[in-house]
Each structure stands twice: as structure tokens, then as C-alpha cells.
């Protein structure tokens, strides 16, 4: 039988707040240890000054005194000294006083069998009239000695007296200070320990645990994902400050330069945009239009108001595509309410067929023809461009079922072929479709105040190097004051059928983005009712850097009185018309 291979010893991973925790506590350890250190060695050798200049005052002393002078020349020095040496011993604290002849003979000792023996130490200086101290090793072990001359009423040196303190002595006089040393720095690393382990604990709860190269590849994680999803990400803090804008949300805000660190409100943006983001309540699915895209916006709180997180979708092609589709529905509700007339006048015509009626039947088929043939006629032989000939023959039959009637002016013509690549179709449809919705609601809205009849006017023509689109309508017009908030998202004057406008407003906004992003201009002015003016250049216009002094607020501009787009750049403008 085999043994089972052993697996590898698994790697001990320390969280980064356990790695912060092993380091202060050898910082603070060694911190301590040297304060320790220093303060011994300065308290040693305050220590050691001290004893040398106690030893000193002792032997000064006992050398000037008369009774020591008179003692070393008495037939028996011992005898009077012995005493008196070890009585100043034992009142001053120091180890030993020893008084001797000039040879170095001792008279006194601590140790009486001493006596007689040869002092072991320099006395050479004291011979010549010095103190001296020095730290010499002598028969009770190391000490810090002063050996001092006794002069007699001549100066001339008769004895000598010595007196010091041991090394041991010394050292017994620093235990306790020592001891509270050690007592002081073992609790500043008991506190020190204790602080660094609370501050490492409440790190450890914000990193979660984890250690520097996890921490880091969180990092390049956090990043990789910010810049790789589509959506449009912005984090403020509680000053609602930029702290961080993907690579998504700049293209959707349409940002350039550094943004993090200014305020949202000094972006350029739109202004109900910047509203809707400085609010304090949270924002779901909110629609906005910023210069050139239509985005959908959504807004959080992060923490307890550390901040707020702004979410955008680009809901540009979605808000195209639901214009088309509206556009098809129209068309099939017109074809199905054109199929039903034409039966009915099918009927008609079968009627009279059989009631032997047959000329009258003729003039009634041919009179319908021209009728509905005329309007057809026209849109083809003035406007040769496909996609807006089907949009203006599918509003017509729309106005007509709402009883508007749609007319193409004289002085339309569009061939076909002459509008340049950048003009895409579905800008086209944007921006006409949405002028003849708004005029044929404005004119049905203003019919009860007019005997005439609900009418919509359509300009479609080449008007020198643009593309000239006006609509006008027999409605209540649009007052100057209100021009800049018709251009906004979320204006309008007609009621929504389910209450409270949701839904409404957004169609001039979006004309007004069509027009800025191929550079063009929105005019309004007024005859009988509004008069809506687009004008797009045919050649295309060099981009407008940045979305900061172009439209405006929800990519309008307020240049009222102004008279051309160049006056603006090519941004794109919108005015008043007298």
C-alpha cells in the first residue's frame, strides 16, 4: 500500500492590517527599547558625575581638616584616624575614606587588615599639589576615586586622602530608577501595542481582510470593469464633485479633459440633467437629452451620503427607432383608414353602376381620383428623395384622418441624390416627422378658435448650401418668451391623454438635437399660427468641441434675435423669428 503524497503546506497570507500590526508593533517596540537605552545611559552617567563629585567633596574635606593635619604628624596616625575616617564613611555614603603618608602607606581602611599596605591607584598628581579623580579597580573592586594632598601651614604636602565610591554602589543607587524605566517602557508598549491592535482591527473591518496583492488586483478589477461596461457610470461625493467618469459616461455626456475633481454643475450639461443629479431624491429611468444623444438616467445614494452613483443608458437609437416605429404605425393606421374609405367608395360607385347610373358613377370615381391623387402628384414631382416623399405622403394621409389637411408649398423641391451621405435618413424622419406632428396637434389644438380650416404647410427645398425644412400651422403659435423651453425636454402645451404629460415634450427637443448634430439651426417665427424653420448644411460641418456653450440646456441656445448660424459656429442654434 502506498502513502498519500503530502500536500503542500498552504501559504500563510497576513491581511494587510495584520502585516500593519507586525510593523508598528516592532516600531513601537523599538522605540521604546531605545528610549529605554538612552535614558539608562544618561542616567548612568548622571549618576557617575554625581558619585565623582560626592567622592570629591568627602576627600576635600577630610584633607583640610586640623584634626586629620595634626593626626598625620602624631607619633600614631592610625590610631586617630581609623575612627574618624570611618565615621565620615559611614555619615557621607561613600565605600571608603583612606588617608596615607606620601608613599602611598595606608592609615585608615574599611578593611583593617588594609592598613599598612600600599594604596593601589595614582597618587602622583596629588604629590604635586592636584585632585584628581579616576575609576580604578583597588581591593574592594572598581570604583570612581579622588585622591587630594594634605598640605601642611608651608604647602608642603604631608599626606595623602583618597575617597570613593564603588562601582557596585553606583549600580545598586540606579536599580530603582531602572526598575521604573523598564515599568514606564513596558507600558508604553503595552499602550502602544493595544492602540496600534484597535487601529489595525478597524482597518482590517474596512479592507475586508485582505492583503496587499489582493487589495491590488481588487484595484485593477474595479478598473478593468469601469472602463469595459457600457453603461455610463459617474461617482460623486457629497459636494456633488466628479470623483470618478468612465470611458462611457464621457462619450454619453459628451466630456473632454479632466473631469474628476469639478463640480457637476460646471460640466456644461444640461441644466435638467444637472437638476435631476443635484436632487436629493433617488432618479429611476429618467429620460434626458444632453447635445447630440438622448440618455436614460438612473441615481442613487452611496452609504449614509457619502455620495451619489449615476447610471446612463444611451437611449439615442432606441429613441430613433421608436420614432420610426411610430412613424410605420402611422402609415398602416392611414393605409387601413384609406382601405376603408376606398371600399366605401367602391360601394358607392357598385351602387350606382346598378342602379343604371353610369355616368354619374364615372364622374364620382374620377372626381375621388383627382382627389386623392393630386396631393400624390405633387409630393412626387417636387420632392425626387425617397425617404422624404413616403414621410410626407404617410403624414398627409395621417392629417387627413385627423381632418388637417397637409399642403407642400409651390416652391418645394428636393431632387433626388443632392443630399450629402451625413444627412442620414434618420435624422430626416427626426427632425420633419416630429415638426408635422407637433404642427398638425397645434392646429386641430387651435381649430375652434379659427373659422378656417385646420392646416399644416410644409417647405421642403434646397435653399443654397442647406437643406431648408418649415412647417407652419394654423394653430395658437408658440409665444417668445416660451421659445427656449419648447426646445426642452418635457415641455409641451397639449395634455396628455392619461393625465399629466408624461410621455410629452419630447419631440422639439429631439429636433433641436438633430439639427445641433449635423450642424444646422431651428428657427421659429410666426404667421398664422408657428412657424418652425430647420436649415442643415448640405457640406458637413466641422464638430463643436466639447457640449459646453453650444445648445444650451437639453441642446438648446438662447439667441434670440440672432439671424444666422454663423454667428453661433457650427454648433447649431436656436432663434426667434419676427
Known sequence: MSARPLPPPRRLVRSLAGQLFVVQVVIVAAVVAGGAVLAYLFTADRAEDAARRQVTAVARAVADSPDVLAAVTAPDPTAVLQPYAERVRADTGVSFVTVMDTGGVRWTHPLPEQIGRTFLGHIDWALAGQTRSETYTGTLGPSVRVVTPVADGRGRVVALVSAGITVQSIAARLRGPLLALAGVAAGALAIGGIGTYLANARLRRHTHGMGPVELSHLYEYHQATLHAV??????????????????????????????????????????????????????????????ERVVVLNTSTIGTGLGRVLTLRDHTELQSLSGELDSVRGFTEALGAQA??????????????????HREAVEFATAELALAQRLTDRVVAAVGEPVLAALLLGKAAQAAERGVELTLTPDSSIDDGVLPAHLSARDLITVLGNLIDNAVDAAIAGAGASPEPPEVIVTARIDGEHLLLRVADTGAGIAPDAVDDAFRRGWSTKADRTGGGHGRGLGLALVAQAARRNGGTVEVGRERGAVLTVRLPLDRPARAGGTEGAMGAEGTEDAEGADDAGEHGPGGRVAVAP
Open 340 to 357: 376603408h374609405e376606398a371600399a366605401n367608395r367602391l360601394h358607392a360607385v357598385v351602387s350606382l353602376i346598378e342602379l343604371g347610373r
Open 230 to 291: 457600457r453603461e455610463g457610470l459617474v461617482l460623486l461625493d457629497r459636494d456633488r464633485r466628479v470623483v470618478l467618469c468612465n470611458d462611457a459616461a464621457r462619450e454619453l455626456l459628451g466630456l473632454a479633459g479632466v473631469v474628476e475633481g469639478r463640480p457637476v454643475a460646471e460640466l456644461g450639461l444640461p441644466g435638467a440633467l444637472v437638476a435631476a443629479v443635484s436632487g436629493a431624491g433617488p432618479v429611476r429611468d429618467e429620460v434626458h437629452l444632453t447635445a
